[in-house]
């Protein structure tokens, strides 16, 4: 079985669907980022992962056919200018019969109990760096329709609402908002003194052992390609 993660970042998931397809398949994990493939590439050194094979490229440039039995991406479409275009080349990347699976955000299912001022905050800002950058943070719910106008059948859909009280999960807000900041004091979004409180007030919402921080909403959406 032949498989290709795109967009894969540091190819955790590229390592599962090796995994799965076990010594007769393959994986390919392509992203654009070197950085994010070299800790991918190590870290399947590391678990002794051998049918996996990472590729530095951009998927908008993607020119394989007829060549996957499965197209698995996630958190992809949301960053892209032209996902109609992206969805369009990963169809054509499938084999006859090959099943493509998305899984991606809807940023108006993210939450926080109790509600939280700089949280909100945060929200509001990655949507309007978002809509800047002519993105859609909330691509998910749109992810059917677009699959059934690209081509494919059979289409079965699942929601994930993930919701932390601890942990990595539940940090995810802070450690976006960090990784965001340079980006939203280019654009002007917001002034450098908030952003500072913003990030303070949010550290120490997280850090509560009896708050409440979801991630995005996940739609998750998989269907096959007749011919
Ligand atoms: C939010 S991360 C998701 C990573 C991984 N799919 C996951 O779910 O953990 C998005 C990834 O897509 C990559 N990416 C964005 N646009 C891309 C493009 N046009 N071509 C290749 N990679 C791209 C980024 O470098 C990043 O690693």
Not at 2 to 14: H, Q
Not at 32 to 39: A, G, I, M, Q, S
Not at 105 to 123: I, M
Request: net charge neutral; proline share 3%.
């Amino acid at each position: 079985m032949s498989c290709l993660d795109v967009g894969c970042g540091g190819g955790a998931v590229t390592l599962d669907l090796a995994r799965l397809v076990g010594p007769n398949g393959r994986v390919v994990g392509l992203d654009f980022d070197p950085v994010k493939l070299e800790h991918a590439r190590q870290d399947a050194l590391e678990k002794h992962v051998d049918n996996a094979f990472f590729v530095e490229a951009d998927v908008t440039e993607l020119e394989d056919v007829n060549l996957y039995d499965l197209i698995y991406c996630r958190f992809l479409l949301s960053h892209v200018k032209d996902p109609v275009a992206m969805l369009a080349k990963l169809f054509r990347a499938l084999k006859a019969k090959g099943v493509l699976v998305i899984e991606d955000v809807d940023f108006r299912g993210h939450f926080s109990y109790p509600k939280n001022a700089a949280f909100d905050r945060y929200v509001d800002l990655f949507q309007q760096l978002a809509k800047k950058n002519d993105t859609n943070p909330n691509i998910g719910r749109k992810l059917h329709a677009m699959m059934v106008d690209a081509g494919l059948v059979n289409l079965e859909i699942t929601l994930a609402d993930l919701v932390f009280d601890k942990g990595d999960g539940k940090t995810t807000a802070k450690v976006t908002l960090d990784a965001i900041a340079p980006a939203l004091l280019k654009a002007g979004l917001v002034e450098k003194a908030e952003l500072a409180t913003i990030g303070e007030e949010l550290d120490k919402f997280t850090k509560s052992k009896r708050t409440l921080v979801s991630m995005p909403r996940i739609f998750q959406v998989w269907g096959t390609k007749v011919k």
